[in-house]
């Protein structure tokens, strides 16, 4: 039986917007690239994600620089790699945060989300994602707050 996918751009099933489509053609490419090994496959993914964020127009680009800088000064032993094409940082190959660009979806806002492997954990119910429109130096605090707690 063949599985349905939801259009999230209409909301109808006839299948995947071609931003969709597009996400997971660089998604293929990922995996792809993680079959290499150690050193080598860390720098190649670590490269990719920041020839990602040059291709952002602004005010994407300025954002994600920055939201990169935070997490990898923050927690340094994420790995720095894409996910889906977005920039992501993950924590023994499973992905904690990453950052989706405004662009990539057609969006109002950017967002810097959290997998369900971020240890933020918070009661019965706390949030996943944030939008982003600009950050402020509060922001930035929160965001380095947020991703200690992600990796514990």
Known sequence: MAATTTNTQTGDS????????AAMKEHAAELKRAGG?????????????LDKIAEMPDPDRTIAERVHAIVTRTAPQ????TWYGMPAYALDGKVVCF???????KMRY???GF???AALDDGSMWPTEFALTRLTE???????????KAVG
């Not at 006839?14 to 489509?21: K, L």
């Not at 090994?37 to 994600?49: D, L, P, S, T, W």
């Not at 950052?99 to 979806?105: D, I, L, M, R, T």
């Not at 509060?138 to 200690?148: F, P, Q, T, Y």
């Open 14 to 21: 006839a299948g995947w917007t071609d931003d969709e489509r």
């Open 37 to 49: 090994k150690g050193a080598a496959k860390a720098a190649e993914e670590a490269q990719a994600c």
């Open 78 to 81: 994420l790995s720095v790699k």
């Open 99 to 105: 950052f989706k660009p405004a662009v990539k979806f």
């Open 110 to 112: 950017s967002t810097l």
């Open 115 to 117: 997998s369900d492997t």
């Open 138 to 148: 509060a922001d930035e605090k929160r965001i380095e707050g947020l991703v200690r």
